[in-house]
């Protein structure tokens, strides 16, 4: 089975410019999700998507931040404009499970990003 | 306010010792608490799950309590090996809807 794919895997940007990730979730899994984690720190859940629709975005940035999940499959989360404190790795990961009960995650590499 | 707390110092043990984690939490109600793995440059890779409960769960040389009136859960490492050095990250579900908070981890070194 193929783990949870991102692209890119590294990203330097200026500030103010706009960056998007890419992230292809286990193939089957009904929930995604997209944490950010600042070096030193735990992730931190941005969004969690069931299927196509939104169960929970309330600490992402909704001012600069943006995700979608068309299809149900395929998310991308995109930043604009970026500011210095995006400095961070984005994780995407995905369950299997479509409501309630015990959920395992499965992470993939992660998007390095680096904010100028 | 809400808070998930593990030691922020690393954890420096010899080979051979039983490594032990802790994680601490306020003002939740989880209904079970996992344990994650994760190596630098990757991401953090699913070990052991604990329901509410559940006193203690074992997986080869893991073992994890989850103490809900102390609001505590403990990680151990027994016979532990210079490859298990690596952080571990505790994440609680905080909403019963798979909604995970994460700890800030704690940096395992496990000397030869």
């Known amino acids: 089975e193929a783990g949870v794919a991102q692209s890119p895997r590294y990203k330097i940007i200026e500030k103010r410019q706009s960056v998007a990730f890419w992230c292809n979730p286990i193939?089957?899994?009904?929930?995604l999700y997209w944490y950010q984690q600042i070096l030193g720190q735990g992730p931190k859940l941005l969004i969690q998507?069931?299927?196509?629709?939104?169960?929970?975005d309330s600490q992402l940035p909704k001012d600069r931040f943006s995700a979608e999940r068309l299809k149900g499959v395929d998310s991308t989360l995109k930043i604009q404009p970026a500011k210095l404190e995006d400095s961070a790795v984005y994780l995407c990961?995905?369950?299997?499970?479509?409501?309630?009960?015990?959920?395992?995650?499965?992470f993939g590499p992660g998007t390095r990003l680096l904010v100028l | 306010s809400q808070k998930i707390e593990q030691n922020s110092e690393a954890l420096n043990i010899q080979e051979g010792k039983t490594a032990t984690l802790t994680c601490n939490y306020t003002?939740?109600?989880?209904?079970?608490l996992q344990w994650y793995r994760q190596d630098p440059g990757r991401g953090p890779v699913f070990l052991l799950l604990?329901?509410?409960?559940?006193k203690e769960k074992r997986k080869e040389r893991l073992k994890v309590t989850f103490d809900t009136t102390l609001k505590q859960s403990l990680f151990h490492i027994t016979a532990s090996q210079p490859a298990d050095s690596a952080t571990y990250l505790c994440?609680?579900?905080?909403?019963?809807?798979?909604?995970?908070?994460f700890g800030s981890g704690t940096k395992l070194n496990v000397k030869p």
């Open positions: 990961a995905s369950s299997r499970g479509t409501s309630g009960g015990v959920q395992t995650q499965y």
């Open positions: 604990i329901r509410e409960n559940e």
């Open positions: 994440a609680l579900d905080i909403s019963n809807f798979n909604k995970f908070y």
């Open positions: 003002n939740y109600s989880p209904a079970y």
């Open positions: 998507f069931q299927n196509n629709g939104v169960v929970d």
């Open positions: 193939s089957g899994h009904a929930t």
